[in-house]
C-alpha cells in the first residue's frame, strides 16, 4: 500500500475518511491533531493557545511527536494533517530520507469554506477512540444522542470549533497549506477529489485512486 499524506482545509472530511480507510485497509492513521490534543490533555496550555487561536504549532515540536510515531508504528501510514506548509514539507523529505520511509500520495480533498464552515458546528468526537460524528448529518450521528456508538462514552465537541477558531484556522490554512498543491502538483503525487458530497463517494474515489497506484 501507498503511505497518504491528506490536504485539505479544517472540516474537509480528513479524519472521517482516514477512519473509513484504517477500518478496511491496512493503514495506521497519524493524526497531527490528535497527537497535539492529547498533549493538551496532559496539560500543555500553550499548545492550546495556539490551537484555539487556529495557528500552526511549531515545526520541531510537530517532528519530534512524529517520529514518535513512526519508530512507534512500522507500517503504511495516512498523514492527517501533516504537512501544513511547505517549511513542513521538506521536514516530512528529511524524515522520509532518514527513516526509509515512501513519501505516497497527495490526496487533496476540495471543499468550500462556507460547506466546510457548516461542519463543524456538529462535529462531536469520542474522546475515547477519537470517532467522529455529527448530530445534524443522519447518517454521521450517533445511534444515541450524544453518546460514542462504540465506547459509550459522552462525546466532547473541539475547543477550537467555533466560528472565530474556524475563521483563524482557514486563513491559516489559506496561507500556510495552499502553497503545497502546486507543491505536490509539481511532484506528480497530487490527487484531487470533491471533498463536498457523501462520505461513501469521496471514500469511494480514494479507493479508486490507491488501487490503481498499488
Ligand atoms: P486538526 O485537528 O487537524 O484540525 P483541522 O485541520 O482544522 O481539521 P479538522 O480536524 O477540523 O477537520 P477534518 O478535515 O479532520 O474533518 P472531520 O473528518 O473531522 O488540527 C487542529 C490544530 O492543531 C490546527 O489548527 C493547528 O493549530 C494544530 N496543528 C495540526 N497539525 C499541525 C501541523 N502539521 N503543524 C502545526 N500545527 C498543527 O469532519 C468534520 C465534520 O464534518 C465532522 O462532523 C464529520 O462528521 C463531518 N463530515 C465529514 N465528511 C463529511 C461529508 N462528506 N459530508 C458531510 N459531513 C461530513
Ligand atoms: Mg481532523
Known amino acids: 500500500m501507498k503511505n497518504l499524506i491528506f490536504l485539505a482545509p479544517p472540516a474537509a472530511g480528513k479524519g472521517t475518511q482516514a477512519q473509513l480507510l484504517v477500518d478496511k485497509y491496512a493503514y495506521t492513521q497519524i493524526s497531527v491533531g490528535d497527537l497535539l490534543r492529547e498533549e493538551v490533555e496532559k496539560g500543555n496550555e500553550e499548545l ?41 514539507a521538506e521536514a516530512l523529505e528529511q524524515i522520509s530520507k532518514l527513516e526509509n520511509i515512501d513519501l505516497g500520495l497527495v490526496i487533496y480533498l476540495h471543499i468550500s469554506k462556507e460547506e466546510a464552515k457548516n461542519r463543524i458546528v456538529g462535529r462531536r468526537t469520542c474522546p475515547k477512540c477519537n470517532r467522529i460524528y455529527n448530530c445534524y448529518i443522519e447518517d454521521l450521528k450517533p445511534i444515541e444522542c450524544n ?37 505536490y502538483k509539481n511532484k506528480n503525487v497530487l490527487y484531487e477529489i470533491d471533498a463536498s458530497v457523501h462520505t461513501d463517494e469521496i471514500f469511494k474515489k ?3 485512486i490507491i488501487n490503481d497506484k498499488n
Open 147 to 183: 453518546i460514542c456508538d462504540d465506547c459509550k462514552v459522552e462525546l466532547t465537541h473541539r475547543d477550537d470549533d467555533n466560528d472565530e477558531s474556524f475563521e483563524r484556522r482557514y486563513n491559516t490554512y489559506y496561507n500556510e497549506t495552499t502553497p503545497l498543491i502546486n507543491y
Open 206 to 208: 480514494i479507493e479508486e
Open 48 to 88: 492550546n493557545n495556539i490551537m484555539t487561536a487556529g495557528k500552526l504549532v511549531d515545526t520541531k515540536i510537530i517532528v519530534k511527536l512524529l517520529l514518535k510515531k513512526f519508530n512507534d508504528e512500522n507500517c503504511n501510514y495516512i498523514l492527517d494533517g501533516f504537512p501544513r506548509s511547505l517549511e513542513q
